[in-house]
């Protein structure tokens, strides 16, 4: 079943709070949730599927439609893919909705690891050490820097791909987010600058890293016949993918992500090509980790990934695929240590015109959305979902 014109995202929230030190998790959680519907013009007693993922604290959905009210479910849906898990969760609502199981679904995030630490932005309970993988790989001290910096240095390797190029990504990143008031880091940098940068996991400096932050975000997708009646501008999903890879017994290649899976699958069903995508939300928590995705998703080949992204080709305006036009993970927000759905909630900014008018892209009717949750040097989860302005 193709879910390709069933359901539309009409409603999209950012909470503006980068450090919430006199505010709980699930009030974050709520204060998305209202923030969405009410850009949507729907009030909570509208929802009847609810969708959350790790960084919901208790029994995950069911503890927060208890906090938030929702009475009226018939739908939930806590698949946990990190980052990109809300990118899955607009392809499930979308398909819970073509099935009939829902009309008006709410999607939400929200975390505080920057002023409660890392155990602020984890999934429930931890249980990483309790992972098949864990025996294998604990013991040798893996962290998240080191195995995307594995990735980094795999592709510099086999293709030349260079810190310079890399730095490119976060440039770009950093001249959006300058107009962006919420941003947590606003100050355009230039390349030198980020190659000057302390190294922190060779070869990724601290300006290839993305920010820490506290905060949230909130998605309203609903069917073909509730959009109609809501006075807000219609973004139609297309098509959407998703896909995991493992490290498949050490026989693994590091320098390409599940976004070579998921994102075919999105075009396929979208009916669109990577050359007709106006605009481009790409999982930044890493400057290496947009570089792959992009080769990944098509929009250049692979190995080709740091000519495409060097000399300010994604800067709104400037270059051939804007990117992040928020400032996106590497400079804006990354709530709870994982950003995908601020990915979907800026694509539909621009889908709407409703981006800044500094980075607002002329004419932006189609628009992708990709994340990725786990580590790329390890296991991670990929997710696509492809956008039009209806």
Same mark, same amino acid.
């Given at each position: %079943?193709?879910?390709?014109? !069933?359901a539309?995202v009409?409603?999209?929230?950012e909470?503006?709070?980068?450090? *919430?030190?006199d505010?709980?998790?699930?009030q974050?959680?709520?204060?998305? *949730? ?14 009847d ?12 959905? %069911? ?7 929702l009475? /009226?479910?018939?739908? @939930?849906? $806590?698949?946990?893919t990190?980052? #990109? ?10 398909? *819970?909705? &073509? ?5 008006v679904?709410?999607?939400?995030? *929200?975390?505080?690891p920057?002023?409660?630490?890392? +155990?602020?932005?984890?999934p429930r ?5 309790? &992972?098949?993988?864990a025996?294998f790989? @604990? ?5 998240t820097h /080191?195995?995307?910096? @594995?990735c980094a ?16 990504? !976060?440039?770009?990143? #950093?001249h959006?987010?300058?107009? /962006?008031?919420?941003a ?11 190659? &000057? $940068? ?7 400096h601290?300006?290839d ?31 959407v ?36 995508i106006?605009?481009?939300?790409i999982?930044d928590?890493?400057?290496?980790t947009?570089l ?9 080949k692979?190995?080709?990934g740091g !000519?495409?992204?060097a ?5 709104? +305006? ?18 709870? /240590?994982r950003?995908?759905?601020? !990915?979907?909630i800026e ?5 709407r ?6 980075v607002q892209?002329?004419n932006?009717d189609?628009a ?6 786990g580590?790329?040097?390890t296991?991670? +989860? #990929?997710?696509?979902?492809?956008m039009?302005?209806?």
């Amino acid at each position: %079943m193709s879910i390709k014109g !069933k359901a539309y995202v009409m409603g999209a929230f950012e909470h503006p709070t980068r450090e *919430a030190p006199d505010k709980s998790t699930p009030q974050l959680h709520a204060e998305c *949730a209202r923030g969405a519907l009410e850009d949507a013009g729907l009030t909570k007693d509208d929802i009847d599927g609810y969708f959350c993922a790790g960084d919901a604290p208790g029994f995950g959905a %069911m503890s927060m439609a208890d906090y938030m009210g929702l009475r /009226n479910l018939r739908h @939930m849906d $806590s698949t946990e893919t990190g980052g #990109s898990s809300y990118l899955l969760h607009v392809g499930h609502a979308a398909e *819970a909705i &073509a099935a009939g199981h829902c009309s008006v679904a709410l999607i939400t995030l *929200a975390g505080k690891p920057l002023s409660s630490g890392p +155990g602020g932005g984890g999934p429930r309970g931890g249980g990483f050490a309790a &992972a098949p993988e864990a025996a294998f790989e @604990m013991a040798y001290g893996g962290t998240t820097h /080191n195995q995307y910096a @594995m990735c980094a240095t795999r592709h510099m390797h086999e293709f030349g791909t260079t810190s310079e190029q890399l730095a490119w990504i !976060k440039v770009a990143a #950093s001249h959006h987010a300058q107009w /962006n008031p919420h941003a947590f880091l606003k100050d355009v940098v230039t390349v030198e600058e980020v190659l &000057a $940068s302390p190294m922190i996991a060779t070869p990724l400096h601290r300006m290839d890293c993305c920010v820490i932050t506290d905060g949230g975000g909130a998605l309203i997708v609903t069917s073909p016949e509730i959009a109609k009646q809501l006075k807000r501008p219609k973004v139609k999903i297309l098509g959407v993918g998703e896909a995991p890879k493992g490290t498949y017994g050490g026989k693994v290649d590091l320098t390409y992500s599940g976004a070579a899976w998921s994102g075919p699958k999105a075009f396929a069903e979208a009916g669109v090509r990577p050359s007709d995508i106006k605009y481009a939300s790409i999982y930044d928590s890493f400057t290496i980790t947009v570089l792959m995705q992009i080769e990944d998703l098509g929009f250049c080949k692979k190995g080709e990934g740091g !000519k495409f992204v060097a000399d300010g080709n994604l800067i709104s +305006g400037v270059g051939k695929l804007p990117f992040n036009t928020d400032g996106g993970g590497l400079c804006n927000n990354h709530p709870t /240590n994982r950003g995908g759905i601020t !990915k979907v909630i800026e694509a539909v900014r621009q889908l709407r015109g409703e981006a800044h008018p500094k980075v607002q892209v002329a004419n932006c009717d189609l628009a992708i959305a990709h994340g990725t949750g786990g580590s790329l040097g390890t296991r991670h +989860g #990929s997710a696509t979902v492809i956008m039009e302005r209806e």
